[in-house]
């Protein structure tokens, strides 16, 4: 007997049942503690080996464990059992560190790129500018006890903010404290928009997550108290890491 896997091994149950045992198995000795949050799950071709399977069987095992939320495959550190979900509240204020400080975990910031381009119409009309003004485009990595969480891209007017590019790097990531380098010390969150679809090749290498693995897209506009539009910013959060909690009466999350 064949399947997409290869031959079936002579003495082992059939292959399109061999996986599910396996990750049911593996998922059995997560849930008694056997593998703890963060450690490293036996490399496929170790469990192939153990089980008489071929590797892709294994593989496919771990793609199950990963859609149940048990294990994160990523690039480079093999198949880890997952943490809890991280909770990024939605409400109108909104900081990745001090959501995270408040849960007991260190964020960070990495800066991955900086340039001076000429805004399209869509976001120069969410920012309440001309098409065609000249804006800041700045993407950093977020992380969470040094984990990448997610990548965002962010957009500011050149025109009201000079060097922003250079206050982004000197606050390491930092919106909110590249922002209060301009004597902007309070600003509010007036629309998030929230996608899913399948991560890229580059996001999964930066968040260090499978490619084609699910991701979430937010697109948000942060505002002066006044409501003035200031930043625009497109993310993209490792859909197996994060979760979004709707603050349903506008608390401030800050």
């Not at 496929?44 to 080996?49: C, G």
């Not at 003035?228 to 490792?238: G, K």
Request: hydrophobic share 40%.
């Amino acid at each position: 007997m064949t399947d997409a896997n290869g031959p079936a091994e002579a003495g082992t149950p059939d292959l399109g049942t061999a996986w599910r045992r396996i990750a049911d198995e593996l998922a059995g000795s997560i849930g008694k503690g056997e593998y703890a949050a963060g450690d490293i799950l036996p490399a496929a071709t170790a469990l192939a080996e153990r089980y008489g399977v071929h590797r892709h069987t294994v593989r496919q095992a771990f793609r199950h464990l990963a859609e149940q939320g048990l294990v994160t495959v990523s690039r480079g550190r093999g198949t880890q059992v997952s943490t809890r979900r991280v909770p990024y509240p939605l409400g109108r204020r909104v900081s990745m560190r001090a959501n995270l400080g408040r849960i007991g975990m260190v964020g960070s910031s990495a800066v991955l790129s900086e340039a001076e381009v000429e805004g399209e119409p869509e976001t120069c009309e969410d920012l309440g500018l001309e098409p065609g003004a000249a804006l800041w485009r700045l993407e950093g990595l977020s992380l969470a006890d040094g984990t990448p969480m997610g990548t965002g891209t962010h957009w500011l007017s050149v025109a009201r903010f000079p060097d922003f590019d250079r206050a982004y790097r000197t606050a390491e990531g930092s919106m909110t404290a590249a922002l209060k380098a301009f004597g902007i010390t309070d600003y509010v969150r007036l629309s998030t928009r929230l996608t899913a679809r399948l991560a890229s090749e580059r996001e999964a290498a930066l968040l260090q997550i499978e490619p084609g693995a699910p991701v979430m897209v937010s697109v948000a506009i942060d505002a002066l108290p006044d409501l003035t539009p200031i930043h625009l910013v497109s993310s993209v959060f490792a859909g197996e890491r994060m979760e979004m909690v709707v603050e349903p009466f506008g608390e401030d999350v800050r």
